[in-house]
């Protein structure tokens, strides 16, 4: 167990340093991560819940698409920060969840079963699907200075609507816990009923 004080702190060290980070990885989807982690280790798990808020804080925090190189010094950064308010036996776990939560790492943590990271990575993919991840697709494509999408199959390639069969319809079936796998069939089903939406309107030959 951690104090109020050490969580206070952690919030107001992320949030000053996620300032810059495009609205889709702003403060506001890491309080939503935050809630959604909430959830599921209230429903299914029982992992320390100062644990889930750190480490839900954190999860972003060396992203490697706003660090770059420096991911490792985020991680030395984020050690420090928790050893200095009394957070120390925090630091493998959370480390661990910055390190493997990426969809695009793919790893596991060596194979070994850790509900934390489970729990922060459902929680970080419910985010990328659902209405809210159709609106951070399409920020983040902007963002990016992507197209939305061409009927030519060379434009296409790294559009939104591409970034769809990529990465966002294959989430709800990388689901680690029982409570993620429920929260994912709605929000699946939305991504195949807006682009379903979306290609009848660009296809209608009859308006
Ligand atoms: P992760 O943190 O799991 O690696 P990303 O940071 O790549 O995931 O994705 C975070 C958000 O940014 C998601 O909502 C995702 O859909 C969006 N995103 C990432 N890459 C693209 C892309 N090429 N086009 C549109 N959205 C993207
Ligand atoms: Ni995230």
Redo the contacts with the bound molecule.
Sequence with gaps: MIEITSLEKAEKFVRERVKGYDS??DWWHIMRVRRLAKYINEKEFSEDPYLIDIAALFH?FA?S?FSGADQEKKFEQVTLFLKENGTDSYIDQVINVMRY????SRKNSGGIKDSLLEIIKDS??L??IGAI?IA??FN??GY?N?IIFSPVEDENK?S?IS?FDE??LLLSSMMNTETGKKLAFERHQFLESFLKQFHREWNSAAF
């Design positions: 889709g990885h972003d992203d698409k939560v990426s969809f695009s970080d993919r985010d990328a991840g951070r697709a983040y494509g990016r992507n790294n939104t970034h990465k966002l």
